[in-house]
C-alpha cells in the first residue's frame, strides 16, 4: 500500500469514527430499523427521518473535533445512513432506499433553507411559493381560458412526501443541466410535455372512436413511431438510469463518476 492510499484509508476511518459518534444518530438509528422492517407506508416515516437527518447535518456543523467535508452530500449522508441502519445496498430493497433518498433531500433543504421548509410531527410543510412557483388563474371570456401567474405567498403548507422530487430536481439540477439535443437545440423536458398533451389528444379520439379524424392526423408513419417509442420506454432504462443519476446527485448539481 502507497503512503497515499495509507493517508486515505486513514482519513475515511477517522471519518467514519467521527459520524459514528454523533449523538443524534441514536433517534436516527431506531427510525431507520423501523423503515427497514417496514413492507408498506415507508413514507409516512420519511417526515421523521428528514428531521433526523437535519439534526445531524446540524450537529456536524456545530462539533469542531474534526472538519467533514460533503457533510450535505446526499451520497455521503446515504451511506451513513446505511450503516446505521445495518443495510445492504445488494439487498436491492426500493422502497426503503427511497424513504432514505426522500429522507436526506428534506433534511438537506429543510437545512439550506429554514425558513421555506418546517416538520411538524408526521407531516412537512413547504412555503407555497417553493412547492408551487406557478399558480393557474382563469381567464373568463378568453380563448384558453387560464394563463399562469407567479405565486408570491410565503405561508408554509402541508405537501406530498413525492413533491420533494420535484422541488430537489427543479432546485438542485436544472441550472447546472440544459437538456438540448446537439442538431435541433429543442429542450427534452418541453418536448416530452409537449408530446404528452398530444398523445393525449390523439387518444381521446381513438377511445371516442372519431375514426375520421384520427385518420387525419395519424397516418401509417405516425403508427410505426409509436411502435419504436413504445419499445424504448417499456423497458424502462431511461427511467432507471434517471434514478441511478438522481440518488447521486451531489449539492454541485454534478453525478458521481462512481455512480
Not at 81 to 101: C, P
Not at 195 to 221: G, H, Q, R
Request: net charge positive.
Amino acid at each position: 500500500m502507497t503512503k497515499n492510499e495509507t493517508k486515505n484509508e486513514t482519513k475515511k476511518d477517522n471519518n467514519n469514527d467521527f459520524m459514528m459518534s454523533l449523538k443524534s444518530n441514536e433517534p436516527l438509528k431506531k427510525i431507520l430499523f423501523l423503515a427497514k422492517n417496514l413492507s408498506n407506508n415507508l413514507s409516512n416515516l420519511v417526515p421523521k427521518m428528514g428531521k433526523s437527518v437535519f439534526d445531524v447535518i446540524t450537529e456536524i456543523d456545530k462539533r469542531q473535533d474534526i472538519k467533514i467535508k460533503g457533510q450535505i452530500d446526499p451520497v455521503f449522508l446515504r451511506n451513513h445512513l446505511y450503516t446505521l441502519a445495518s443495510y445492504e445496498s445488494k439487498t436491492k430493497d426500493r422502497a426503503f432506499e427511497l424513504a432514505v433518498t426522500r429522507s436526506i433531500r428534506w433534511g438537506i433543504k429543510a437545512y439550506q433553507n429554514p425558513t421555506h421548509y418546517k416538520f411538524d410531527k408526521d407531516e412537512i410543510f413547504v412555503m407555497s411559493k417553493v412547492a408551487v412557483p406557478f399558480k393557474t388563474e382563469e381567464l373568463k371570456g378568453l380563448k384558453g381560458g387560464v394563463k399562469k401567474v407567479v405565486n408570491t405567498d410565503e405561508t408554509l403548507e402541508p405537501v406530498r412526501i413525492s413533491l420533494i422530487d420535484k422541488i430537489w430536481a427543479n432546485t438542485m439540477a436544472v441550472n447546472k443541466r440544459q437538456s438540448k439535443t446537439k442538431d435541433t437545440k429543442i429542450n427534452f423536458q418541453q418536448l416530452s410535455s409537449n408530446f404528452l398533451n398530444e398523445l393525449e389528444s390523439v387518444w381521446k379520439l381513438a377511445d371516442k372512436k372519431d375514426y375520421n379524424k384520427l385518420l387525419e392526423i395519424v397516418d401509417e408513419k405516425t403508427i410505426e413511431n409509436l411502435g419504436n417509442i413504445s419499445a424504448l420506454l417499456t423497458d424502462n432504462s431511461i427511467r432507471s438510469a434517471w434514478i441511478k443519476a438522481s440518488d447521486n446527485l451531489s449539492v454541485s448539481g454534478d453525478v458521481k463518476k462512481s455512480a
